[in-house]
């Protein structure tokens, strides 16, 4: 699980371990909030195995996916998630040089951590990954050409996943939440809060719980014939 310390990552690490998947919390620089996650996993009777690593350094992820699976043996799930910065601007503001290290390092990140555990996935045949995406992808907002261009390259890139491993017995799928309330979103959640929740038919903001959730229904038992697709978890804000 890359980024899982904050937000909707650490929400997805709590929800796959109480649905009983042993979680590696992954960070960058966060290891207090990592340890705190691992920290309530754990209290609550799960498995938890913390690992700092830098999801766009491959020395780093694969010292990771060596550590786990020397303790644990395999990797079953990949929950792709870590947030890549990004620069929010309008194109006639943006540099190329702003615009490619978004486009670099979210797309990077995929490739390193995919190509750290798919050789694995494939020797066991099996394995369920998810990557997150952003409805931004698809609908643009002002100021967001950057991260939607990003999420929308990590959409095809997942699809190609999809279609290259499922021989394999490997799933690949995105899920696109909206707008998603957390500490990194408060001053954006509080400024566009009554019109999100007015466009939104389940009449809320996204929690990164919602998200979470969506995530383990996407590499429980129950989904294992679906792969390469696009879920939107935004209360129907936007429909497919
Ligand atoms: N929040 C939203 O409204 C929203 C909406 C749509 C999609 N998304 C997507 O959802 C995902 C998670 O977003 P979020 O808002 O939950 O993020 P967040 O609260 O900012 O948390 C980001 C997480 O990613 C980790 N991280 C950042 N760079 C990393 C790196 N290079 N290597 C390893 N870990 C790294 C952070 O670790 P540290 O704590 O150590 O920095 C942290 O655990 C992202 O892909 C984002 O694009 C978010």
Redesign the pocket.
């Known amino acids: 699980m890359?980024?899982?310390?904050?937000?909707?990552?650490?929400a997805t690490a709590k929800r796959l371990a109480a649905a009983g998947a042993k979680v590696v919390v992954?960070?960058?620089?966060?290891?207090d909030?990592?340890e705190s996650v691992a920290e309530s996993i754990r209290e609550n009777g799960g498995e938890a195995l913390i690992q700092q690593?830098?999801?766009?350094?491959p020395q780093a992820v694969d010292r990771m996916v060596a550590t786990v699976e020397d303790e644990w043996g395999s990797v079953d799930i990949l929950v792709?998630?870590?947030?890549?910065?990004f620069e929010q601007a309008p194109f006639a503001e943006m540099s190329w040089e702003s615009f490619r290290s978004k486009l670099d390092?979210e797309l990077k990140?995929a490739f390193i951590v995919s190509k750290a555990v798919l050789p694995g996935m494939t020797e066991q045949g099996y394995g369920r990954a998810v990557y997150?995406?952003?409805?931004?992808g698809k609908q643009p907002q002002p100021g967001f050409i950057a991260?939607g261009t990003a999420?929308s390259g990590l959409n095809s890139f997942v699809k190609y996943l999809a279609q290259e491993y499922g021989e394999e017995g490997i799933t690949a799928n995105v899920v696109?939440?909206?707008?998603?309330?957390?500490?990194?979103?408060k001053e954006?959640v509080e400024h566009t809060r009554e019109y999100v929740v007015e466009s939104t038919p389940l009449n809320r903001i996204?929690q990164?719980e919602d998200?979470a959730g969506t995530i383990t229904a996407l590499v429980n038992a129950n989904t294992e014939f679906v792969t390469g697709t696009y879920t939107p978890v935004n209360g129907g804000s936007t429909m497919e």
């Not at 690593?53 to 350094?57: I, L, N, P």
């Not at 792709?80 to 910065?85: G, L, S, T």
């Not at 997150?132 to 931004?136: A, D, I, N």
């Not at 696109?176 to 979103?185: D, F």
């Open positions: 890359t980024g899982s310390s904050r937000g909707i990552g650490a992954n960070f960058r620089s966060s290891s909030e990592a690593a830098d999801v766009t350094d792709n998630n870590a947030n890549m910065p390092a990140s997150v995406s952003s409805s931004l991260h999420k696109a939440p909206g707008l998603v309330e957390t500490e990194g979103t954006r996204t990164p998200v």
